[in-house]
């Protein structure tokens, strides 16, 4: 080892999570992303860099543009409406003037007179706007049109509250006819730039404004176009022909992308927005990498590389679309780390946690250029590896990437087992690191029964469950790969694993799986959603899944709207917490999962039936990253976190992936069989068809229909020899 564990008695406060100074639900905020760029407006398609806000245009975790805001004679434009569309190609906000007095204090011009559409996108590191200016009054119009803007070169962790006590030079701006040049080189040594294009050129161009006099007839309109680029070279052409080629090549990007997908369609046509919509932001999050498909994990705090969320994702479609899981596989493969760094938590064969590009990972002044720290990911990723594999019959990509599975189940002999007891530990190398590396990774989400926090190395429960689950993909692969006693041996190590978790972790009186053994092997004897992922891999002995099932469904878990990250009867519940008492989707997506794996399929429907239910109160039918765990109240909406992501991709693929588990859907690629097992409805479905099922080289459309207490599959259309099988 390079260097011992860091592991203070009593841990700090969360150093790098997100300030919550403003709520993210107070501005509502419209969020656009393609590849490695991400934007956030407000309704009227402004961005205002105040305190704690997340506003702007940001391009590899740099603020590219911290202000922008468009008046009319001075005055703020009053918002008539702000839509996305359903594909998330285009934001449009439709906005009009208020009245204006003239200086006697008369009307001089009426509110309603003046119409902006502006229409708004991301493509390949550039924002293109489209502002269009009509008159709708009698008489001709003087109207200036002024639009400020301003660039920060904030670096993202700046922006969610960390404070910084140096920074680089601001650059003086640059302008020419038609442009603005915004840059700053940071401590770093990297300039960061920021082009301004507008067409036609302003009456008056400045490095703050751009200000248009216009004069329209009755009738008229005029265009103005905008381009705001994060140091790309410059397009060819700059106006309405870059706007239009760039919109057309976007829409036709996501299309192809999203076409992958199997459709989804069923009775109730407010889940059908709901699918829509998670399909939606599942595949803006995607970025396309060297090495494939890659979900980024939210928006704003999350839109890069993360190896736990984009496996999980992955692991949620697989079903749907298992050219992601490729992506993901193959991506982090390319990026497994190969030797130690205490700094970034590196050690051999372990799976990548996050990657940042902003100005402080490249200082280290934030460990996350690089960093490895969650202990999970690397089972996770053998996890993906076997399913995919049983998923597709890809063996070819298995190869290709065998020699990272390899390294990865080693790092689990190796470095995971940290003391030698058969369980799979973690604990950061040095302060800067993430106290908690489990998916609940805030500072206090691993706790005793009377509060107090655990100490590490922390051996947590569902990662337990991880290493069953790979040992149980490496067997499984082992055998397509032709090493059958490595297979059986796999095997053995899976089932004697599964026997000492029981024993260890099972606490009768809790009615579940504790939540973790701390350092000095203590159990945490506390409850928590954690045990359900015990039921996901099949870790769980059969004796205890109907207790653990219950133990889950229980009034102090299950808050109505989804199971909470901790019940009520724990002494650091608080439902407005980040981890200890909050309902995220994806957690709840996974223990669905599980619960079906064992029988409990009206169990998976209730969770099912909560999310769909909650997704009703929310904007757009988006479920975020999280909301808080209060209890449900009839005719009353979910109550939300305040700086939850929205979207956040494995909170996207959760209504997805609840799909599967409520209909029971399964792959035998070598049968080129679909089976559906014992399927199931909730009560807000009773019809449900699913389009372009693909298995090999064939693919099915199904029905699944209510028949009294019973669903029954029907195939609609069969192209190529697949087999569909229900078993009741």
Not at 228 to 248: D, K, M, V, Y
Not at 468 to 487: H, I, K, P, T
Not at 663 to 676: A, P
Request: charged content about 25%; overall charge negative; glycine content about 8%.
């Amino acid at each position: 080892m390079s260097s011992a564990i860091v592991d203070p008695p009593v841990p700090e406060p969360p150093e790098y999570s997100v300030a919550a100074s403003t709520s993210l639900q107070e501005r509502r905020p419209n969020t656009l992303k393609h590849g490695d760029t991400f934007a956030v407006f407000d309704h009227n398609g402004d961005a205002y860099c105040g305190s704690g806000s997340p506003e702007g245009v940001f391009h590899r975790d740099t603020r590219h543009l911290s202000h922008l805001a468009v008046t009319i004679n001075g005055t703020r434009p009053l918002l008539l409406s702000s839509t996305l569309r359903d594909d998330n190609a285009t934001l449009t906000c439709d906005l009009t003037n208020p009245d204006f007095l003239d200086e006697s204090g008369a009307v001089a011009l009426a509110h309603d007179s003046i119409h902006l559409r502006r229409s708004r996108f991301l493509w390949n590191g550039t924002c293109y706007e489209r502002i269009l200016v009509r008159n709708f009054h009698e008489r001709p119009q003087q109207i200036e049109i002024r639009l400020a803007f301003a660039a920060d070169f904030a670096d993202l962790f700046e922006v969610r509250g960390k404070q910084r006590k140096l920074r680089g030079q601001m650059h003086p701006p640059t302008t020419k006819r038609g442009e603005v040049h915004l840059s700053y080189t940071g401590l770093d040594g990297q300039k960061r730039t920021t082009r301004l294009g507008f067409d036609p050129p302003p009456s008056h161009l400045s490095a703050a404004e751009a200000v248009y006099e216009i004069g329209l007839t009755p009738g008229q309109s005029r265009t103005l176009f905008l381009e705001i680029n994060c140091q790309r070279e410059p397009a060819i052409t700059i106006g309405h022909r870059s706007f239009f080629f760039a919109l057309r090549d976007a829409r036709r990007a996501l299309r192809s992308s999203s076409g992958r997908a199997a459709s989804i369609v069923s009775s109730n046509e407010v889940f059908n927005e709901v699918v829509r919509r998670s399909i939606s932001d599942l595949y803006m999050l995607i970025t396309d990498t060297n090495e494939g498909p890659y979900p980024y994990a939210g928006i704003p705090w999350f839109s890069t590389v993360f190896g736990r969320d984009a496996i999980i994702a992955a692991i949620e479609t697989l079903w749907l679309d298992p050219e992601i899981a490729r992506g993901v596989l193959a991506h982090l493969a390319a990026n497994q780390a190969t030797d130690f760094d205490p700094l970034s938590d590196a050690e051999p064969g372990k799976i990548l946690h996050e990657v940042r590009f902003g100005e402080m990972a490249e200082l280290r002044e934030v460990p996350f250029r690089r960093y490895y720290g969650s202990v999970d990911s690397t089972p996770l990723f053998v996890m993906l590896a076997g399913q995919y594999l049983q998923r597709t019959g890809d063996i070819a990509t298995i190869r290709t990437i065998w020699p990272n599975i390899e390294a990865a189940l080693k790092w689990i002999d190796d470095h995971g087992d940290r003391d030698g007891d058969g369980f799979v530990e973690y604990g950061r190398r040095t302060e800067e690191g993430l106290i908690n590396q489990g998916w609940k990774d805030s500072h206090d989400s691993v706790f005793h029964a009377d509060g107090t926090l655990a100490r590490g190395p922390i051996a947590i429960v569902e990662v337990q469950a991880y290493v069953y689950g790979a040992w149980e993909a490496a067997s499984r692969m082992l055998r397509v790969l032709g090493q059958e006693d490595r297979a059986i041996e796999f095997t053995r190590r899976a089932d004697d694993l599964r026997h000492r978790f029981d024993s260890v972790f099972f606490d009768a009186e809790l009615g579940t799986y504790v939540l973790a053994l701390d350092g000095d092997k203590q159990p945490c004897r506390v409850r928590s959603s954690n045990a359900g992922h015990a039921l996901l891999t099949g870790l769980a002995i059969p004796e205890r899944a109907e207790v653990v099932a219950k133990t889950l469904m229980s009034g102090a878990s299950f808050s109505g709207w989804g199971i909470r990250t901790v019940p009520v009867t724990e002494r650091r519940f608080n439902p407005m917490s980040y981890h200890n008492g909050s309902v995220w989707p994806h957690d709840n997506a996974l223990i669905a999962l599980g619960l079906a794996r064992y029988g409990y399929r009206q169990q998976a429907a209730r969770i099912f039936e909560g999310l769909f239910a909650a997704s009703t109160y929310i904007e757009l039918r988006r479920l975020p990253e999280l909301f808080c765990g209060f209890p449900r109240q009839r005719a009353q909406g979910p109550t939300f976190y305040p700086v939850a992501c929205s979207p956040q991709a494995w909170a996207a693929a959760a209504p997805l992936s609840l799909i599967q588990s409520c209909l029971g859907i399964e792959f035998y690629t070598k049968q080129m069989q679909i089976t559906f097992d014992t399927p199931y409805l909730p009560d807000f479905i009773e019809e449900l068809e699913i389009g372009n099922l693909q298995i090999g080289s064939g693919s099915v459309d199904v029905a699944a229909n209510r028949s009294g207490t019973r669903v029954v599959i029907d195939v609609i259309e069969r192209r190529g020899h697949v087999r569909v099988v229900t078993l009741i």
